[in-house]
C-alpha cells in the first residue's frame, strides 16, 4: 500500500503502520491488525522486527504469536538464556530493511508471509524469512515453530517476489 509509514515504538523499534491494515493499537507491543492479506503482511513484518533485534521478545511473543505448546517452548527458552532480568538477553541493534514480500494463503485465516531481507548488500543474494500467520478471530498471530528458528533460505533473485517499497 502506497500510503503506510514507519512508527517507532519500544526500545527504538520501527514497525510499518498503515491506517487502512493497522496496527490500530501501538502501545506496548503493536497489534490488532484488519483480517485479509494485507493485514497479516504488516503483522508479519512487526513481528519480524520484534524476533530479529530479539527486543522484548517475551512480551511480543505474548502478544503476537499464536498461544500453543510452541509459544511456551520459546517463552521458556528465552527465560533460560536471559534469567530473572530479560534486560540482559541480546539484542541486534541494526536491522535489514525488508526489501519484498510475498505471501502464500492457504486460506481465509491462514497465510504464510515471506518477507525478503538484504543481510549482505550488494552480494546478489537475499534472504527469506519466512512467517506462518493464524488469523484468530480478532488479529493475525504467528505460528511459532515447535523447535529451531523461523524458517529461512537464501534466494538469488527478486523475481518472485514484490518489491516492499514502490519508488
Known amino acids: 500500500p502506497p500510503n503506510w509509514e514507519v512508527i517507532t515504538v519500544a526500545n527504538g523499534l520501527p514497525i510499518p503502520k498503515t491506517p487502512d491494515y493497522g496496527p490500530h493499537v501501538t502501545t506496548g507491543v503493536p497489534h490488532c491488525y484488519n483480517s485479509g492479506t494485507a493485514g497479516a503482511l504488516f503483522q508479519a513484518a512487526n513481528f519480524a522486527t520484534w524476533y ?3 527486543a522484548d521478545l ?3 511473543l505474548d502478544t503476537l504469536a499464536w498461544p500453543d505448546i510452541a509459544r511456551q517452548g520459546w517463552e521458556d527458552e528465552i527465560l533460560e538464556k536471559c534469567g530473572a532480568d530479560l534486560a540482559k538477553c541480546p539484542t541486534e541493534p541494526e536491522l535489514p530493511d525488508i526489501v519484498a514480500y510475498a505471501g502464500n494463503q492457504h486460506s481465509a485465516t491462514r497465510v504464510d508471509v515471506d518477507l525478503v531481507y538484504d543481510r549482505q548488500p550488494g552480494s546478489g ?16 498471530r504467528v505460528l511459532m515453530p515447535a523447535a529451531g528458528p523461523l524458517p529461512t533460505n537464501w534466494v538469488t533473485s527478486l523475481d518472485e517476489f514484490t518489491p516492499w517499497r514502490i519508488n
Open 52 to 54: 530479529l533485534s530479539g
Open 58 to 60: 517475551l512480551n511480543a
Open 125 to 140: 543474494q537475499w534472504i527469506v524469512l519466512r512467517i506462518p500467520m493464524q488469523w484468530d478471530g480478532q488479529d493475525w
